[in-house]
């Protein structure tokens, strides 16, 4: 399979903080989901592969180009959309979004004739000739998602899309971003801190924390044996039942009153709670195994990435 | 069948590659301020020295008429004609109406509106950026200096029925109306980034021209020293129409002096814009 980017001990540095710490990353090609706590250096990275900031230190390759390189050839293949919100105002969406196809190296002509057809595409059809001034937060979300795809990049980088949409506008952006990821020939990177969004759209994810990879594979794969979840309701002295359990490298969430999602690693049975509440004279009213979800692989991955 | 129900489509097309990648920007710049409210009356106002240089070249072929008596006798001499249209008072004026109008946006809309990221993800540097701004303050300042400068000297030609026009002169009706203009266009431009409040660069251009004037005037009474005259905004433009045009000095001073300023605050202004474009593009 083509590697599409190739990174090695990139790191950067925000004067003196760490923001990129000697990152080694490569992605073939397909859709993968960016995940990580805030601070994590998602964004720091989207800006190294769009050549906005320079590493202070690795090399890498995006698509054949080098890092820090030849950014105008590169981003002649990239869609960005940006997290922040951003437009230029006195426009029309049509406008705006032929203009930045112009921008990108499209002939003014073509720039129109795709403009319409992509503003059609996000089910902006009715307001395209509305000022972008006027626009909702939802329909700018589609206009920006528009605009980077206007120029029919081969990678797309997508930076918290469905932030601020309602119910509805957040199911058929991910629907449109499912669709895109059916066309072989496009390569998506979607940073999100909304795993749901991640899960429904990706096969491969990519979790950061502190600035270093902390995971990089499958969501199947992250979610499966390494470590189990239950669910239990315990009655008695609590505390000294959690430290024995963080003593067995378990991970404690409270889901409701006296209830508690465990996350127990994979070697060791479950058979260990129950000794763990009968040496600390807990009563466990309710135990049930529950479905991992990509929340707890990402919780997971967390805490062993910071030494838990 | 819409492209929606037939899910997403490719575009066909070839991107280009081009070395000038900035004149999206500047045309869409140039639509941009025609559509602005007022954009008729300020431009009407900004032609309207040109109107009486005509009339007045009009006038001096005529002895008969009697009008502009004080104006006509400037005609005599073509670099005093043309130093005079290019440097009068009303049109310098209306220059720095005209910079504001078109220019005191330009960038700081893009500051606030965080547009940033949407220009400089696609296949454009900052200078194509800059240049593509830069470009729009400078073609509104030409159309109202260098074009009526070589309108004049044609009609003067017409009027007077005599080709001859010296080349220096010639030089200097091309060369000047550049040098102010790039020098207001850079100076618009460098203000232009410095907030992201439109409002605050427009008062800021204007106070600098001002400004920078009535402290030469009050700094010259009190040293009586004509080189106050190089913080003068104002008074460069004249001093370099009278070092071009080859006339006497407006002011006391060495008049190549008087091209330091413009060519400082304009290398000044680059370095300002591209180092807050470099800040707000990491930061955005």
């Known amino acids: 399979m083509k590697e599409i980017i190739q990174l090695e001990n990139i790191s950067f540095n925000y004067g003196r903080v760490h923001a990129i710490s000697n990152l080694t990353l490569t992605l073939p090609t397909g859709i993968f989901g960016l995940l990580g706590p805030n601070g994590a250096g998602k964004t720091t990275l989207l800006k190294l592969l769009l050549g906005f900031l320079t590493p202070t230190a690795g090399e890498g390759e995006i698509m054949g180009y080098a890092l820090a390189e030849k950014h105008k050839s590169l981003r002649r293949g990239i869609g960005y959309m940006p997290e922040s919100d951003c437009s230029i105002p006195g426009m029309d969406a049509v406008s705006l979004t032929a203009y930045l196809g112009e921008l990108s190296g499209m002939p003014r002509q073509e720039a129109m004739k795709r403009a319409h057809d992509v503003l059609y595409y996000v089910g902006l059809e009715e307001s395209r000739y509305r000022q972008v001034d006027t626009y909702s937060t939802g329909m700018k979300q589609r206009l920006k998602l528009a605009q980077a795809l206007v120029h029919d990049p081969k990678l797309l980088l997508l930076d918290e899309p469905t932030s601020g949409m309602d119910p509805n506008g957040r199911k058929e952006m991910l629907e449109l971003i499912h669709d895109i990821a059916k066309k072989e020939s496009m390569n998506i990177i979607i940073s999100s801190h909304l795993l749901p969004d991640i899960e429904s759209t990706c096969q491969q994810v990519v979790i950061m924390n502190k600035g270093r990879i902390a995971a990089e594979e499958s969501i199947a794969d992250l979610k499966k044996d390494n470590f189990h979840v239950f669910e239990i309701k315990v009655v008695g002295e609590q505390a000294l039942f959690f430290e024995r359990l963080h003593a067995l490298r378990c991970q404690v969430q409270e889901n409701e009153k006296a209830m508690f999602k465990i996350l127990l690693p994979g070697e060791i049975s479950p058979a260990a709670l129950f000794n763990a509440a009968y040496e600390t004279g807990v009563q466990i009213r309710h135990f049930r195994q529950s479905r991992t979800t990509l929340e707890d692989a990402f919780m997971n991955v967390i805490r062993e990435s910071d030494g838990h | ?284």
């Open chain 2, 1 to 284: 069948m819409d492209i929606r129900e037939k899910g997403y489509s490719h575009w066909e097309g070839e991107l280009k590659t081009s070395r000038y990648n900035w004149l999206p920007i500047f045309f869409n710049g140039i639509k941009t301020v025609f559509k602005k409210k007022y954009a008729k009356l300020i431009f009407a106002s900004s032609g309207a020295t040109f109107v009486v240089f005509l009339v007045a070249v009009y006038v001096s072929t005529k002895p008969e008429l009697k009008i502009l008596g004080e104006l006509v006798r400037l005609l005599k001499s073509d670099a005093e004609l043309f130093k005079t249209f290019y440097t009068n008072g009303f049109l310098t004026f209306m220059l720095v109406i005209l910079s504001i109008f078109s220019g005191a946006d330009l960038i700081s809309t893009d500051l606030r509106f965080k547009a940033f990221p949407l220009y400089f993800a696609r296949p454009l540097s900052r200078s194509d950026y800059l240049l593509g701004k830069f470009s729009v303050i400078l073609f509104y300042l030409l159309l109202f200096t260098l074009v009526p400068g070589i309108l004049l000297l044609l009609f003067k030609m017409i009027f007077t029925g005599s080709l001859a026009v010296s080349p220096m002169l010639l030089l200097a009706i091309l060369v000047f109306p550049l040098l102010e203009c790039v020098f207001l266009a850079s100076l618009t431009l460098a203000l232009s980034i410095l907030s992201a409040n439109t409002k605050f660069i427009q008062i800021a251009i204007f106070l600098v021209y001002m400004f920078s004037n009535n402290l030469a005037h009050m700094l010259k009474a009190i040293f009586k020293n004509d080189y106050f005259f190089l913080i003068s905004l104002q008074g460069n433009i004249e001093q370099l129409g009278s070092f071009l045009f080859g006339l006497q000095p407006t002011h006391v001073y060495p008049a190549w002096l008087a091209v330091l300023p413009p060519v400082v605050i304009s290398l000044l202004a680059v370095w300002l814009l591209s180092w807050r474009i470099k800040k707000a593009e990491a930061g955005s």
